[in-house]
């Protein structure tokens, strides 16, 4: 699939509020990059890399998008605002950090507390990537 059709998907699975089909989006986009682009370099071993990939998607689409969202607790990695939906996302490297801590994160500094006064719905997403496997491994979705 070509990158801007790619962008079109993303937009139609917001649309559709189906949190879980970015996963297997982003999985795909991550496999297609040549593995050469890895050879002599640290890229893959680090969180910001990955989370490029994942802004440069939803500034594509012209979102409203906050990355190293400040809060009294932290910061959250990226914040998505898109059709009264707030999605908080939480970028882990495994091999840097155990699995399953990038959503743990998110709920345990209560970094969707800051958007509780509006009126619209908050998805926590966290995402882990592998610096060995250069994809994703872990993408859990919960309703804050």
Sequence with gaps: MAPAANVSRLYDILMADDLFAPRELFHSFHASIPHDWYRKNQRAGHEGYYA?????????????ITVEDATNRGRIDMTVRFNCRIY??????????????????????????????????ISLIGVEFSRDSRNIVGFQVEEG
Excluded: H
Aim: no cysteine; glycine share 6%.
């Design 52 to 64: 490029s990939i994942f802004y440069s998607y939803f500034a594509a689409l012209g979102l409203d």
């Design 88 to 121: 908080p996302f939480e970028f882990k490297v495994v091999e840097m950090i155990p699995e399953g801590k990038a959503l743990e994160q998110l709920k345990r500094k209560g970094y969707a507390e800051k958007y509780r006064q509006y009126d619209e719905s």
